[in-house]
């Protein structure tokens, strides 16, 4: 792989054979302790320039996930219930994926007088957008005392580097109170969409996790019940740790790596140990999607342009709120990271033309159409189903699946209902025209892309799987006279009106 990654800085179609050879490691499990080495230490060998550019290429579709968004933390053990479901509301309003940290539905519950299972359930039938849930163990939502909960963040705000709480605080955990309520383990984890574990602990990290052996509970758990799994690790020494880290999330099938910087970046060239994480995690991860749950604002900024996908902030109060996009001196507990984390994404979006967007209500409606119409016979084909050695969506596709927006929209199209025609046409090339090539097994496919890439890469991944396909140049017209029938394959209704009125041929379908 070490030429393979050389090559691909400068090259999709190195990239593209990179992603290739790794997925299909991952799934014959074969993904080693030496593959990984291989990669951090080829990635290491690279200039900071071509990191960032590496990094980058592989969140092009379909090497990872091109979108960018931020998960909101709305808890805190000092909120009170109706503050939390406010901070939910606004959220849901927003369109950002939640992020809830179990142990305060533990906390504002024994307030309430009511068990966490209940008050995780008045979140989830007020919000549409998926929910991740963390702090989460073998009995379900972690308790911890209250210099734990109610921590102010020194490590945070001093800068560290840390390995360890600069206040000497033990990792402690009210196992009683846990255990008082672990006949509720398997209804939250049904409930969420997805579930963080953490493999701190196998780095070194015995103050700041539980043992691998809790997670393996929680993470077989996740995996039975059709969940997404994300895997939260620690920067570290940028090498090492990074290599353990990485290591255990594979051994456990996390989809999503969440990669933890700032005080726990203990690299001698910290930006460079960032931006190689990041890149590293974009050819290694299997759903395409890579995290941070913990950067300073540079952190943040060189992770962007590095290929990340989503950071993590958080409400007054909700310890996320200052362990990403802040600084050392600044970053401290009772700020509200969100405004500070969007104006950082967007700036970095926009001056570096990062070829990516922000997630929106927009593109989240789209991804739930998609995944409800990727059923076939009554069976789900998106991620982590595969076709020509690459996945059908990613991580973001198993989340909204699982979300409140995908039980309440209505869409009851499937693949099932699509007419077989011997010439077919799509407009568009990403993951609904894969999967349609593939259901609907037509002699011939046309398929047009106003990005080259895109349709170029879907044309040799449909040709590799013994499918006629054909490319049209981005030119749609070319498609219309070839084809039988050609579809719209966005579900973006603006694309759609544009595109009709466009042509207004009867030949011309929409799916919505």
Known sequence: MRDLIKEAVNS??????????????????????????????????LSIEDIQKLGNNLRRFPLGCDLVEIGVGPCASSLTLRELLENCILTDYMGFPLHICAYALGDIGEREGISPLEVFKRIYEKVKVPIDLDHFGMYGPMRFPKEITHCYG???????????????RIYERLIEKEKKYSHEFHQLIELASTVCINVVEEQGGRGHAPPLEEMKIVAEACKRHGKGLGGIFHIGDGHEDLIEGIKFCIQ?????????????????????????AITVSRILVKGGVVGTNGAYEDECRI????????????????????MCGYSP??????????????????????????????????????????????????ESIIYPNTLGGFFIGDAHWMAFRNSGLYRMEE?????????????????????????MSKVLEPEEV??????????????????????????????????????????????????ILRIKRKFGKKSLISLI
């Open 12 to 45: 999709l179609d190195a990239s593209l054979e990179l992603r290739r050879e790794v997925i299909k490691k991952i799934l014959k499990e074969k993904l080693s302790e030496s593959d990984i080495i291989e990669v951090v230490d080829a990635v290491d060998d």
């Open 154 to 168: 020194e490590c945070y705000y001093l800068g560290g580097p840390f390995r360890e709480c600069p206040r000497n």
């Open 252 to 276: 456990l099938d996390v989809d999503v790596f969440v990669i933890e910087g700032a005080p726990f970046n203990c690299a001698k060239d910290r930006l460079r140990a960032f931006a190689k």
């Open 303 to 322: 992770g962007l342009r590095s290929g990340l996908n989503v950071i993590l902030s958080g409400f007054k109060d909700n310890h996320h709120g200052y």
């Open 329 to 378: 001196r600044s970053a401290k507990r009772g700020n509200f990271g969100l405004p500070r984390v969007l104006s950082i994404i967007k700036e970095e979006i926009e001056s570096n033309k990062l070829g990516t967007t922000l997630l929106d209500n927009t593109l989240s409606k789209a991804i739930v159409r998609g995944c409800k119409f990727l059923n076939y016979r009554g």
């Open 411 to 435: 869409y009851n199209k499937t693949l099932d209902d699509i007419e077989r025609v011997e010439k077919l046409g799509l407009l568009g090339g990403r993951y609904i025209a894969w999967a």
């Open 446 to 495: 046309y398929i047009s892309d106003l990005d080259p890439w895109v349709e170029k890469v879907t044309v040799e991944i449909l040709r590799d799987t013994g499918i006629e396909a054909y490319r049209c140049n981005g030119k749609d017209e070319e498609v219309l006279k070839n084809a039988d029938i050609t579809y719209i394959t966005s579900f973006i209704p603006e694309i």
